[in-house]
């Protein structure tokens, strides 16, 4: 729907790694404008935070796609992979999460004695 479209489009102008690098990026930043906008539909406010959390997200796919062309025969085990992918994905899930957290903070009327929400606001330290 976005990365064929824009590739081949880019690729009359640029090389097609370059033009493949900006159809990914491309996806990623329609997947942050259509989570943006639910955001807005939502809470009636933009706040960013889904459009950097998918620039993060892309741009970490585009510096694995480099570093894996510089270091062809580097092998990296499934486990380290799994261990960097979940590290970086806990470190950048704040800014896909947090209206969600501001949301949930101001309306007590939806706390659950348990759920995965609760655990999430206790495990950032968000008292409610």
């Given amino acids: ?12 102008y640029l090389p097609k790694s370059v033009s493949y690098s900006i159809s990914s990026m491309c996806v990623f930043l329609f997947s942050g404008i259509v989570h943006e906008y639910m955001d807005y539909i939502t809470f009636n406010k933009i706040s960013g935070n889904p459009m950097k959390f998918f620039f993060l ?62 655990i999430l606001l206790i495990h950032l330290h968000i008292k409610m």
Avoid: D
């Fill in 1 to 12: 729907m976005i990365f064929k479209p824009t590739s081949i489009f880019l690729r009359h």
């Fill in 57 to 118: 997200q892309g741009f970490a796919v585009l510096i694995e796609h480099i570093f894996k062309q510089i270091f062809p025969r580097l092998y990296i085990p499934k486990f380290i992979g799994f261990i960097f992918t979940f590290l970086f994905n806990g470190i950048t899930v704040g800014y896909f999460l947090k209206p969600w957290i501001v949301y949930l903070k101001k309306n007590p009327t939806l706390k659950l004695k348990y759920s995965f929400v609760k």
